[in-house]
């Protein structure tokens, strides 16, 4: 492999699993890429030449059959490399496109997401339970697209790679590896969580989060009672600030372990470059820039930060929480705090083609960026415009009309 040059790797994953198909199946889509596929017939799944209709290997594996594309360029001239993960007899192993067996059937478990990317899946041998028949007690090691054990089977618990990275646990203790195997930490840390695209990881040590890059460097020490992340897994980082907490306080933190934003506030997030939306303890929302410098004063009830470009829908009325919006009005300001519109609005649906849907007094109209009314209060119903026009609702009659109001063919 370092006389050739990777142009790709497309590994195709068919989780064609539990018999979901009745009699027999194949998938069209491979006829395109190779002439020979899996196909499933009573429950059991083969392999198939599509070119011929000629059976290869007559059903005989269970459950689930995937196959994985190799390309590769050597010089000038493209390979494709084509081998099957199968199970028989509740052991996984490979076979080739001929049928010839690579690997021996002899893993309880293989997970291979995210292959395409780093070349390794990760295989397991011990017992499984739980709803999904999962690894419960064994060892887990890695394997690389040609069924080579490129990291043994050493390890009580795994991740599969995300990035080029994965953790991987020794007794009761986690470590972080490269796709070599070759560990880039100590196996120190009582919790991992896997890295996120720009290169970094949460790790706990001693009941306290901290974070790491790709050279097991500590840009965070562990300290902070908590780091937030995508589904306790991977790492959150919104415009260089990790969100964390410490002695029940917010925390915002930048790639050097720098806290910013010093003032107290029961929630900090960034929603975009420099502006970070704050709530202060009678739950109103405000913001501040990444100097630590108001921008607008914590006086709304709510705001929308996950719709944010260059405004943001801001509310005032009655909320149960901090993060809905009840009974009020709406009102836009822009990211750098401008009232646009006070809240006056009962409802609206956000901008789209540069026009957004608003409600008032019982009916909808259309207003700019800049809050100027461009289609008036007149309609029971106003759906968002769409390549120049928009669905319409009067008197329960449906029109269409384009961005000036007028009625339009559809």
Known sequence: MSQTYLLSIKIIFYFIIFCSFQGFTQIPIFQTINKVIPFQQDSLWGLKDTSTSQIIVPPKYQETVYFIIVYEKKDTNIITETNFLVKLNKK???????????VPFIYDYVESECWERNRRAMVFKGTLGGEYNTPKEGLFGFI????????PLIYKEAQIFFNGY???????????IDTSGKLITPFKYQDANIFCKEGYARVMNNGKFGVIDTTGNEIISCKYDWIHG???MMLSINYGLFTAKKNEESVLINTKGKEVLSTFYEYKIPVCE??????DTKKKWGFRNFSDKEIVPCKYDFI????IDSFIWVFVGKCDD?????????GLINIEGKEIVEPKYDEYRNFQEGLATVYQNGKWGYIDKTGKVIIEF?????????NGKAKVTIDNNVKIIDKSGKEVLP
């Open 92 to 102: 996984y192993g490979f076979i080739d496109k001929t049928g010839k067996q690579i």
């Open 230 to 232: 995508y589904d306790n």
């Open 166 to 176: 994965t953790y991987v646990k020794k007794d009761s203790l986690f470590a972080f």
């Open 304 to 307: 929308n930060i996950y719709y």
């Open 274 to 279: 420099n502006l970070i939306a704050v709530a």
């Open 322 to 330: 901090y993060f809905s919006a009840g009974i009020g009005k709406w």
């Open 378 to 386: 007149k309609f029971d119903e106003a759906e968002s415009f769409e």
């Open 144 to 151: 690389n697209p040609e069924g080579k054990e490129v990291i």
